[in-house]
C-alpha cells in the first residue's frame, strides 16, 4: 500500500495503527562510517524510526553552488535507515536551530539587500525555494509512498517562539507540495498557545516539543487540534553545553519517568538527541536574544547532549532506563544490548614543529584593504579568524575601544601581546603606550565562536569589528584584511618548535596508529583548534566544560597521522596527549 496518513487522532502507515518511536541521529555531526552503527544501536533500544535535520549551510556553502556528496551524501544516510528497516522523520527547515550555526541559515543570506529572515520576504523565499529544490527532490526518492523510510516531513521549526507570518509558513508548504512530497507534513513548537498559534497552520500535523510535563502539554496541544495524533517531536532528554558552563545532565530515573508519562498518554516520540554527535569544525552555534550585551554565550564542540547514546556511540544508562519503558509499553519492540566503540589511547605526542600566524597570513590568505574593518560577511567568508592589521602614529598613552566585538579579539601592537576583549565584556578597553614619534603595527585578530541559533537575532549575528576600533574615542582608519577559515593549511612553512605565550601559532606532531579505534584528545592549552590528517575536529577552551575533544575512528590512518593545534594564547607543554575515556564534566 506504502501509504501514511493521520486521522482521528492516530498514525495510520499502510492501514496498521502505528505509534512512533523516534530517536534524533543528525548525519552532519557524525562520521558516514559511523552511520550505521547509530542507527542499529537505535534500533536496539527499540526504536522503529530516525529523525534527522538537514543544514542548509553545510549543503550551499557558497550562493547557488550545492554539496549533496561525500560526509554530505544525504541519500546514502537515508539508505542506511532503510536498510535497517527502520521509518524516518525528515526537518530540511529552512531553519532547523539545533545549537547549529546560525541555526542552519548560510552565512551569505545576510548579505542580501532588504533580505528579512524566516517571513514573506522575497529575497528570503527565493533562496529558500532554490535550496529546497534541491534537496526534496533527493529526499522524493526517499519517501514511503515511494518505497523509502520517510514517513513525515516537517515545516520550518519551532517557528511559533519567532514569528506568527502564517503567509510564510503557508510559501513554504507550498514549495514542498510542488516537489511532491505527500507524506504527512507537521509543524513543532513549544506547548504554550503563543508558539502553537505562531507555528501552526491548517492541513499541517501539530507536534510538540518539551522534556517533562507531557500530560500537561499535551492537553495544551489537544486545545488547537483535538484530532491531531500526539507526538512529542522533541523529547528533551538531555541538554547542550555553552562554554564556561558546568556540564548537563539529566538522570537516568528523571528522564525514564518523563517518557512513561508520554507514551501513557498514548503518544509517539522522538528522542532529542539519542545520539548528539559533534560540532565538527566551527559550526557550533550561540545563544543570546540581544537583551543585554553580555548574553551571548557560544556552544562548546561536544554535543553528547547527555543523550542515551554517547558522543562515541556507547550505550549509557540512560539507554537501557528508556528501553526498559519501551518494553513496558511495547512488549513486542526489538531490543538488543549494543557493544561500546572500540577506544585506544595514543598517550603524549610531541609536537615538533610551530610556525607563527603573523608569519603565514600571506600563506594563509591574499589580504584585501579598506577605511574600516570589514565584516566576515562582506568580505564573504563564513568561519574562522578575521585578522585586522593598520598603524598607530605616536607618541601617545591612550587606550584601544572596541564598541562592539564579535566575538572575541586578540590585540597586538608591533607584535607584542596588549590583551583581550571578550563580546560580552563590559569594558571593551585595551591599554597601551607608545613613547616614540613613529608608526607601530597594530594587529587584530578576532574569533568568530558561532553564530546565534535561536531568537531574534539569528541571521543578524555579523563577525568581526562591525563598528571599528578606536585609539581613545579616535576611530582607527586603513586596514589590511586576512580572511581566515583555515580550510587549507597545507601551505603553512613549518619550522623547528619554538613555544611563544600570546603569540598564536600553530604546531605540527606526528603520531601512529597500529589499529583504528576511538580517542580523545585532552586540551592541549587555553584557546584554539585542532586538525587530524586536514580534518577540523573543533575548538577548544579552557574554561570547559570538559577537558577533551573526541576524534572519531574515520578520520585516523593507519600508520602515520599528523595533528595541527593552532593555539591562541599558551600550550600546557610541548606534547599532547590522547587517552580512552571522555572528559565532559
Excluded at 29 to 52: C, F, Y
Excluded at 178 to 199: C, E, K, R
Excluded at 486 to 495: H, Q
Excluded at 554 to 565: A, C, D, R, T
Aim: charged fraction near 25%; include cysteine.
Amino acid at each position: 500500500m506504502n501509504n501514511v496518513e493521520m486521522t482521528s487522532g492516530k498514525l495510520y502507515i499502510d492501514g496498521r495503527e502505528t505509534r512512533i518511536l523516534s530517536g534524533a541521529i543528525h548525519y552532519f555531526r557524525i562520521r558516514p562510517e559511523q552511520w550505521r552503527d547509530r542507527i542499529l544501536k537505535a534500533k536496539q533500544m527499540g526504536l522503529n524510526t530516525i529523525e534527522t535535520y538537514f543544514a542548509h549551510n553545510l549543503h550551499e556553502q557558497q550562493q547557488g553552488k550545492f554539496n549533496f556528496s561525500g560526509d554530505l551524501d544525504i541519500e546514502r544516510f537515508l539508505e542506511e535507515i532503510k536498510a535497517a528497516g527502520m521509518y524516518a522523520i525528515v526537518r530540511p527547515g529552512p531553519y532547523i536551530c539545533a545549537e547549529w550555526d546560525n541555526g542552519g541559515l548560510p552565512p551569505w543570506l545576510m548579505n542580501i539587500p532588504g533580505i528579512e529572515f524566516r517571513v514573506m520576504n522575497r529575497q528570503f523565499l527565493a533562496a529558500v525555494k532554490c535550496y529546497l529544490d534541491q534537496l526534496l527532490p533527493r529526499l522524493k526518492k526517499y519517501l514511503y509512498t515511494n518505497g523509502g523510510p520517510i514517513i513525515m516531513a516537517q515545516i520550518e521549526n519551532e517557528y511559533g517562539s519567532f514569528a506568527c507570518d502564517h503567509n510564510y509558513m503557508e510559501e513554504v508548504r507550498k514549495i514542498f507540495l510542488n516537489n511532491g512530497i505527500d507524506v504527512p507534513l507537521f509543524t513543532a513548537d513549544g506547548p504554550g498557545d503563543g508558539s502553537i498559534q505562531g507555528g501552526t497552520i491548517p492541513g499541517v500535523w501539530q507536534t510538540l516539543n518539551f522534556g517533562s510535563n507531557a500530560k500537561t502539554a499535551f492537553a495544551k496541544g489537544l486545545e488547537y487540534r483535538p484530532d491531531d495524533h500526539l507526538f512529542c517531536m522533541e523529547f528533551w532528554n538531555g541538554w547542550f553545553d555553552h562554554w564556561g558552563e558546568q556540564h548537563h545532565t539529566r538522570t537516568p530515573e528523571d528522564a525514564a519517568a518523563a517518557l512513561d508519562e508520554i507514551l501513557s498518554c498514548g503518544g509517539s516520540v522522538n528522542f532529542y538527541m539519542f545520539c548528539g554527535g559533534t560540532n565538527f569544525g566551527f559550526m557550533a552555534g550561540a545563544n543570546g536574544l540581544g537583551e543585554k550585551p553580555d548574553d551571548y554565550a557560544p556552544t562548546v564542540t561536544s554535543y553528547d547532549y547527555d543523550s542515551p547514546l554517547s558522543e562515541c556511540g556507547d550505550p549509557t544508562p540512560k539507554y537501557f532506563a528508556f528501553q526498559q519503558v519501551i518494553k513496558k509499553h511495547f512488549p513486542e519492540a526489538f531490543t538488543g544490548t549494543p557493544e561500546p566503540s572500540p577506544k585506544q589511547s595514543f598517550g603524549k605526542i610531541k609536537l615538533t614543529q610551530s610556525a607563527k600566524l603573523f608569519d603565514e597570513l600571506d600563506n594563509l590568505a591574499t589580504p584585501s584593504e579598506s577605511i574600516f574593518p570589514p565584516t566576515m560577511e562582506e568580505c564573504g567568508q563564513n568561519y574562522g579568524f578575521i585578522h585586522y592589521r593598520t598603524t598607530i602614529s605616536g607618541p601617545r598613552d591612550e587606550f584601544l575601544y572596541f564598541p562592539e566585538v564579535r566575538d572575541r579579539v586578540c590585540a597586538y601592537l608591533d607584535g607584542k601581546y596588549l590583551g583581550t576583549v571578550f563580546r560580552n565584556d563590559q569594558d571593551r578597553k585595551i591599554n597601551f603606550s607608545l613613547k616614540e614619534k613613529r608608526e607601530a603595527t597594530l594587529d587584530l585578530l578576532v574569533e568568530n565562536t558561532g553564530r546565534i541559533n535561536y531568537g531574534p537575532q539569528t541571521g543578524r549575528d555579523v563577525k568581526g569589528l562591525p563598528k571599528g576600533v578606536c585609539s581613545c574615542w579616535q576611530k582607527l582608519c586603513g586596514f589590511k584584511t586576512w580572511n581566515l577559515e583555515l580550510t587549507n593549511l597545507n601551505d603553512i612553512k613549518f619550522k623547528p618548535l619554538k613555544m611563544e605565550d600570546n603569540q598564536p601559532s600553530f604546531y605540527r606532531g606526528i603520531f601512529y596508529a597500529e589499529t583504528l579505534a576511538d580517542t580523545f584528545l585532552r586540551f592541549p592549552g587555553t584557546k584554539g583548534v585542532v586538525w587530524i590528517n586536514g580534518f577540523n575536529i573543533g575548538r577548544y577552551w579552557n574554561i570547559g566544560p570538559g577537558n577533551t575533544l573526541y576524534i572519531p575512528w574515520p578520520l585516523l590512518k593507519k600508520g602515520e597521522n599528523e595533528i595541527i593545534v593552532f593555539e591562541l594564547h599558551h600550550l600546557n607543554s610541548d606534547d599532547v596527549e590522547f587517552c580512552d575515556t571522555p572528559e565532559l564534566n
